[in-house]
């Protein structure tokens, strides 16, 4: 009888373990908290994570685009890769600092791997690129729509891609962060 409850232990921690690890191993883009750990608490300064697998058998990923929460787009750092180009798509508020300078708005950050440089995500292998924002103030959920460019043309001429900005029961989910009170 002992043997038969560790082995049902056993079992059901293995059980545990893997659908605790089933958002992340179903090989979607996903943002994360890097630093500090944990909860994504309001008003606080948190260096993110984006995580992008490379789902494709026979091609690379060489552009990814993240789109940038609108609570956040006054608030937002990226961290700079020596193998990818980062682009940021910004737009002007109509606010000024205090230097009486523009505030610009991040809608869309861009990472292209550069030509010639080993730097396209392969299959089976994931990128990881970073960034910092202030959290809102309040309580809210943030995602973040991310487009996954892949280096084969579709029938039109164009690269494929895919657009994960679904919602979480679709197949292509955008990634959500809840940001609570801290």
């Known amino acids: 009888m002992r043997m ?3 082995i049902l232990i056993g ?6 373990a893997v659908l ?5 191993a179903s090989g979607h883009a996903v943002v994360s908290t890097m630093q500090p750990q944990g909860k994504a608490l309001t008003s606080a300064r948190v260096a993110y994570v984006l995580r992008v697998p490379n789902e494709k058998a026979a091609q690379n990923t060489f552009e990814v685009d993240l789109l940038v929460p609108q609570a956040v787009q006054t608030a937002i750092s990226v961290k700079q890769s020596s193998d990818w180009v980062t682009k940021l798509v ?3 508020t109509g606010q000024k600092n205090a230097e009486g300078n523009p505030i610009l708005a991040v809608t ?3 990472w292209i791997a550069k030509p010639g ?3 396209q995500i392969e299959p089976g292998f994931y990128g990881e690129f970073y960034f910092r ?4 103030a309040t309580p809210q959920k943030l995602c973040f729509p991310v487009d996954q460019w892949y280096t ?3 029938a039109s001429g164009k690269p494929e891609a895919v657009h994960w900005n679904g919602d979480a029961s679709s197949a292509t989910p955008a990634s959500c962060v809840d940001v609570v009170a801290s």
């Open 11 to 16: 079992l059901g921690g293995a059980v545990a």
């Open 108 to 110: 869309k950050i861009r």
């Open 90 to 92: 910004k737009v002007d």
């Open 20 to 24: 605790a690890l089933t958002p992340f």
């Open 117 to 119: 440089a080993d730097s």
């Open 152 to 154: 084969k043309a579709t």
């Open 133 to 136: 924002i202030a959290n809102p």
């Open 4 to 6: 038969k409850l560790k």
